[in-house]
Nanobody, 116 residues
Framework: VQLVESGGGSVQPGGSLRLSCVAS????????MSWYRQAPGKERELVAD????????NYVDSVKGRFTISRDNAKNTVYLQINSLKPEDTAVYYC??????????WGQGTQVTVSS
């Protein structure tokens, strides 16, 4: 199983990025997909998740209204559109695929840095 994130970078406050995570080696449409982030010196936190069909999403309060998670099961890809970026959004963003308690996979992460 491989999860490969891309789309990170350095942006100014108020900017936008679109993160992508392409999955392989698993039945993508069966998995709940999530984006987590980990800032320096902090624990990894769940940012958003999306159901296997894409019909349900959840967000941490700090990103509601600014981040949008979506998925394309035909392309085995999950996205995270991040708008109105703030310095406190600076972190490594990780893609996660989960199916029940047994199957739990992580990508290598992509860095997002928000700074003026």
């Amino acid at each position: 199983v491989q999860l490969v994130e891309s789309g990170g970078g350095s942006v100014q406050p108020g900017g936008s990025l679109r993160l992508s995570c392409v999955a392989s080696g698993l039945t993508f449409r069966s998995y709940i997909m999530s984006w987590y982030r980990q800032a320096p010196g902090k624990e990894r936190e769940l940012v958003a998740d999306i159901s296997s069909t894409g019909g349900g999403t959840n967000y941490v309060d700090s990103v509601k209204g600014r981040f949008t998670i979506s998925r394309d099961n035909a392309k085995n890809t999950v996205y995270l559109q991040i708008n109105s970026l703030k310095p406190e959004d600076t972190a490594v963003y990780y893609c996660n695929a989960k199916l029940g308690r047994r199957y739990d996979f992580w990508g290598q992460g992509t860095q997002v840095t928000v700074s003026s």
